[in-house]
């Protein structure tokens, strides 16, 4: 042992090398919480309010864990069959091993959930413009299944939409069957 301290830093070297040790023994278990957090989050989200008939969706990129937060790059929100836009006022809170979502959606209603990061399912409420106040379901879908849902409701949206079709037989004309 005598030769550890035999050079002048060694002990320092020693106490610093003992103290990267220790980080690397805890930091990992730490990282991985707060990547699991972030995970939770991330993703592709079918987003059902009420009794409406009409989903919602909200697709979150970017999450990032920061203290006792969760950072996104973006979180896009809107009507499953329409484009989104950017919600506002994100705040998704860590609290243990769970999360409390709140945001405002692009047409300023707010919805508020808490889960557990384990979940595939969050519920809550959402709060009209208007003041009334909903139940609310989000349920997390693989971003290839959320594409597919936007783009059938989409087409049906659009054949809804289409005018009805025209007889085209010229006005009096006789047809005998």
Do not use: C
């Not at 990267?20 to 993703?43: K, Y």
């Not at 209603?109 to 959402?126: C, K, N």
């Amino acid at each position: 042992m005598a030769h550890i301290f035999a050079t002048p830093g060694s002990a320092a070297r020693l106490v610093a090398g003992f103290m990267l040790m220790l980080l690397a023994a805890f930091a990992p278990a730490g990282a991985r919480a707060a990547d699991a957090a972030a995970e939770a989050i991330e993703g592709a989200w079918i987003v059902s309010v009420g009794n409406s008939p009409r989903d919602r969706f909200l697709i979150v990129t970017g999450a990032k864990s920061s203290l006792d937060r969760i950072l996104v790059d973006s979180a896009q929100y809107g009507w499953i069959d329409t484009k989104g836009a950017s919600v506002k006022g994100w705040n998704a809170e860590i609290l243990g091993d769970s999360i409390r979502l709140h945001f405002i959606t692009p047409a300023n209603s707010t919805i508020s959930a808490t889960f557990r990061v384990d979940e595939e399912t969050a519920s809550g409420s959402f709060l009209n413009k208007e003041g009334k106040t909903y139940y609310m379901r989000m349920t997390r879908i693989p971003p290839e299944e959320l594409a597919e849902l936007r783009a059938s409701a989409k087409k049906a949206a659009t054949a809804a939409k289409a005018p009805p079709a025209q007889n085209h037989a010229a006005p009096g004309a006789k047809i005998y069957l």
